[in-house]
C-alpha cells in the first residue's frame, strides 16, 4: 500500500481537529443540508477597505518579486515601532522575522530551539497545533491541566510541578485559543517568576488575538524586563484585522532566535507574499482602535449574547472569556446519557451526535488537551448563533440518561 511507503514522521501526524470539523461540516453543506460551522477560528468580516487598496497598490507597484526572506525591512521595522507603540516592547527591525501566517512563525521557532527529547510545558486547553508542531520536531509536549473555575489559568507552582531537567519551552497563548482566556499583568507574573528561576527555558507568548480583548489593555510577557532574553513573541493579522487569507504573521525574539527562524525559513518558504506585506504595513501602522472597533463591538455583543444562550442548555457549565471569540464549556455532565440507543461516552461522542442530529459543527475538547469541553467559536452571525444555539439545546434535551 502507499501508505506504508510515507515516512513515519507524516504517519503520526495528526491532522488538526478544527480543519477536520470545518471540512466534514462542508461536506454535509454540499449535500444540502442547513449545517451552521462553529468550528474554526475565523472572523467573519471582510478586510478593511484602506488594507485592501494597499495590496492593489502594491500589485500597481510591481511588488511582484521575492522580497528578503525575513520580511520587508520598512515591515520589519513597523512591528517594532507598533510593539514599542501599544507593548511597551523593545526590539530592533532584525529581532522580527515576517513568516507566512503566525502558524509557520510557531513552527520556525520550535524547529528551532527544540530537539528529540526537549519537553515542552503546554497549560491546557492549548491552541491544536502547539502539540502536533513539537512531536514534529522530536520534543515531548508536557500538558499542565488548568480548571475552568480559575479561567483555565496556570500558577508559578502548576509549573513547577511540570518542571524537569528535559524542560527546554513553555507555549501559551493571551488571549486564548481555546478558552477566550486573558492573561492580565499578574497572571503573567507568575509566568515570569517560573521562567526567572529557570534561565534555560523559553517561553513563546502568542498573542494573535490582541486585538479582540474585552478586559483592558493587552499586557506581553516580554514587558518583565528580567526574562525579555527568554521569550518569543508571536503576532500577526489574520485575527484582529480579518486577514486570514492573506498570510501573514510575525515574531519578535532574542536575535540569535529571529536570525535561526529566518535560516529555517529560508529552506522552506522563503519570504511571505510581498503583496500580503504591503497590506499588514498599511493595517500596522493603522490606529487598531479605529480600523478595527466595529468588529471589536460585533463580537463583544456576541460574546454577551452566546453567553446568556449557553447558559440555558443542561449539562453546559461556563465562564465568560474576556478575549479571542471561543467559548469552551465543560460539557462531561453529558457523558454517559444516551440519543436513543447512541451512548454519549466523550465531547468526541457529542460533537458528533450534533453535527447530526442539530446541524452545528463543534470541536471536542480533547483536541485542545481538555476533554470535558467543546469548543464553540462566535466568528458567526448573531443570527446564525442563536439559531444554532437552540438547535444545541434542543438536541441537548432529547438526551436521555443511559
Known sequence: MLMDKLSQRIQNL?????????RRSREMREQGLDVISLSLGEPDFETPDFIREAAKQAIDEGYSHY?????????RQAIADKLKRDNDLDYKANQVVVSTGAKQ????VV????NPGDEVLLPAPYWVSYYEQICLAGGIPVEIPTAIENDFKVTKADLEKYHSDKTKLLIFSSPCNPSGSVFEREDLAEIANYLKAHPDVFAISDEIYELINFSGKHQSLASFSEIYDQVITVNGFSKGFAMTGWRCGYIAAPLEIAEACTKMQGQFTS?????????????IKADPRESTREMWEAFNERRHKVSQWLS???GFKT??????FFFLPEVDQLFGKKAGERPINDAGDLCMYLLEEALVALVPGDAFGNPNTIRLSYASSLEDLEKALQRIKSAVEKLSDA
Open 14 to 22: 495528526s491532522e488538526s481537529a478544527t480543519i477536520a470539523m470545518s
Open 67 to 75: 522580497p528578503p526572506v525575513p520580511g520587508y525591512q520598512d515591515l
Open 105 to 108: 512563525a510557531l513552527a520556525n
Open 111 to 114: 524547529l528551532c530551539l527544540i
Open 271 to 283: 519570504a511571505t507574499s510581498g503583496i500580503s506585506q504591503r497590506a499588514a504595513l498599511a493595517a
Open 312 to 314: 440555558e442548555i443542561p
Open 319 to 324: 465562564n465568560m472569556p474576556q478575549g479571542a
